[in-house]
């Protein structure tokens, strides 16, 4: 193996109406509204990128918001939740300001020695914040809760997680690092080479009686990082080589991405850091105007016709 995958790329997900959506994302967990574009394979429906002010990797949560979309639930053979990282000492912060404005919230909780709390989406979809010595950047909003780091983790609900385990740590140069039992749920946690930006995969198995349903609030796939083409097309030949039915590359604007189907049932891609959400828009207009693909570029006005308005709120948590 010449190369080991550093951490998680993006994560991508559906959501209902986009209003609420940005206002969450935004509004309440600080995101920056990176990039307002389309789905390329249908134009006339948003996809919506968020992450930290620099637009990285390893902090991008995506959705495709259908105005009629399904309520859809986790289970297994699907990421059933997404994990931003909160620096040391952070935590706290979260509390006050998630209180302060009225935001429902679990925990804090323990999980590998890390604290965190969870909230759900508008849309169900469950978002946690972990308080980590792993966090990368060190960023502080006006009402004191730490911002701007990435992601900590993605959770994959797995029917068995042995062959995805081996995935991880055979052919992605994860490294095991510890199992847990509580109530009825086993959660195995798995470590990328280099632990930088969502470097950590939970894998966990249930005995709830739970059958997923792709619609709003559920995760649709899980991106992981290629540093390049070079790289990418490596990964490709090695999946490839071990039986996976993997995709040509197929050009997604702001990265490459090759797709397949991990063991336990949920949609990987590998997607490259270049070129990154800079490429058609500078660094700090980033997310404010619609940028449309070449290819549809012709179907502008029609386009902006179909799609409802958003306005983004100011990033930071209201408070009364
Ligand atoms: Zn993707």
Do not use: C
Request: proline letters at 7%; a negative charge; aromatic letters at 10%.
């Amino acid at each position: 193996m010449t190369h080991a995958i550093p951490g998680l790329h993006h994560v991508t997900a559906i959501s209902g109406p986009p209003q609420k959506n940005v206002d969450f994302y935004v509004g309440t967990l600080l995101q920056r509204l990176v990039k307002k574009t389309v789905n390329f394979d249908d134009p006339g429906t948003y996809h919506l990128y968020y992450g930290n002010q620099k637009a990285e990797p390893g902090s991008i949560l995506t959705f495709f918001p259908f105005v009629d979309a399904g309520p859809g639930r986790a289970g297994p053979g699907m990421a059933s939740a997404v994990a931003y990282a909160v620096p040391k000492g952070g935590l706290k912060a979260w509390v006050t300001a998630l209180t302060e404005a009225a935001v429902d919230f679990d925990g804090p909780f323990e999980r590998f020695d890390e604290q965190l709390i969870a909230v759900t989406d508008p849309d169900g979809l469950r978002i946690e914040l972990t308080e980590t010595a792993r966090a990368v950047t060190q960023g502080t909003s006006t009402n004191g809760a730490p911002i701007d780091d990435g992601f900590h983790s993605v959770t994959l609900w797995l029917d068995t997680p042995d062959r995805t385990a081996r995935l991880l740590t055979d052919v992605f140069g994860y490294a095991s690092a510890g199992e847990a039992s509580q109530g009825g749920e086993a959660r195995y946690r798995f470590l990328a080479a280099g632990q930088g930006r969502g470097s950590v995969v939970d894998l966990i198995t249930s005995n709830s009686a739970s059958s997923g349903r792709q619609g709003a609030g559920s995760i649709h796939h899980v991106a992981f990082r290629a540093e390049n083409d070079d790289v990418q097309r490596g990964w490709q030949e090695t999946l490839r080589s071990q039986g996976f039915d993997v995709t040509p590359q197929i050009d997604r604007q702001y990265f490459n991405a090759i797709y397949f189907r991990e063991p336990g049932g949920v949609l990987f891609e590998i997607a490259t850091d270049p070129p990154g959400f800079a490429t058609d828009e500078p660094m700090e207009k980033l997310g404010q105007e619609l940028k449309l693909p070449a290819q549809h570029e012709h179907l502008r006005d029609q386009i902006e016709r179909i799609l409802p308005p958003v306005t983004v709120p100011k990033g930071g948590i209201p408070t009364q």
